[in-house]
């Protein structure tokens, strides 16, 4: 866990440049995030008195009298003195999610973000297939969560890579179902560039590759490729198909 999160309190001027220049004073606390937001936070309500969102830059200098941080956002400026100090902190953070279960053999909780799912008060992370879903049982191997992942047809697989991978799911079940319309050759899934493909078994000869999308095979497309029922809607496996809405006489 390398991520921090800054603190600063105290008796503090703050001035901000911008749309809608102002001048404030009070005590106040200061917050600096990992990703350089700022907030100045004081007695009333959620919302901050001050902030900069991602700030480009931040400088912050500090010594037992005060402190002084600036920040910086394109034309957008924020600065906070820093004339009494009250304290000031460091401490660790991670990204908040939904608790799904614990890890078996730390027994820490398990942590689901938007791509993730994460050991609390540990580095160990679980990357999550696009569109994937946690389910109720655990893998009679390892003890960590079931996942639902589509990508052709949906594949309930273990959450560790490294006991039940997705890529191998795919590959047995669509290696050679599908043919290239280049050259004719079947195609085999691959990952290439971190994506998982449905790419040409004549490469390099052929460097025909699709993108699987994140869906269920439900159709063939009249470019003989199949069709894949998808968030979105229907798409043929060649994005760039013009074929699919097209009947027999159009």
């Not at 907030?39 to 009298?65: F, K, M």
């Not at 490294?162 to 085999?188: H, I, K």
Request: glycine share 10%; proline share 5%.
């Amino acid at each position: 866990m390398d991520k921090t999160i800054r603190v600063f309190a105290g008796d503090c001027t703050t001035t901000f440049e911008g749309s809608d220049d102002q001048t404030q004073r009070g005590r106040v606390v200061v917050i600096i995030k990992p990703d350089q937001t700022v907030l100045v936070h004081d007695t009333d309500g959620y919302q901050p008195v001050a902030w900069l969102t991602r700030s480009d830059s931040i400088t912050v200098e500090s010594d037992v009298g005060g402190f002084g941080i600036t920040a910086r956002a394109g034309e957008q400026v924020l600065r906070i003195i820093g004339h009494e100090v009250t304290g000031h902190a460091e401490y660790p953070v991670t990204e908040a999610g939904i608790p799904v279960g614990r890890h078996p053999k730390s027994g820490e909780s398990l942590i689901q973000t938007s791509n993730m799912i994460t050991v609390i008060n540990s580095d160990i992370k679980y990357p999550l297939p696009k569109g994937a879903t946690v389910q109720d049982e655990c893998c009679e191997s390892c003890g960590l969560p079931m996942i639902e992942a589509t990508a052709g047809e949906r594949f309930s697989i273990c959450l560790d890579r490294e006991c039940e991978s997705l890529d191998d799911a795919v590959r047995e079940r669509f290696d050679d179902e599908w043919t290239c319309p280049d050259c004719g050759a079947p195609m085999q899934i691959i990952r290439r560039s971190g994506r998982l493909l449905a790419g040409c078994s004549g490469y390099p000869a052929c460097e025909t590759a699709f993108a699987i999308p994140t869906g269920v095979v439900v159709d063939v497309c009249s470019c003989g490729l199949p069709i894949f029922e998808t968030s979105r809607g229907q798409q043929c496996l060649d994005g760039t198909c013009e074929l699919l809405n097209k009947t027999d006489e159009g």
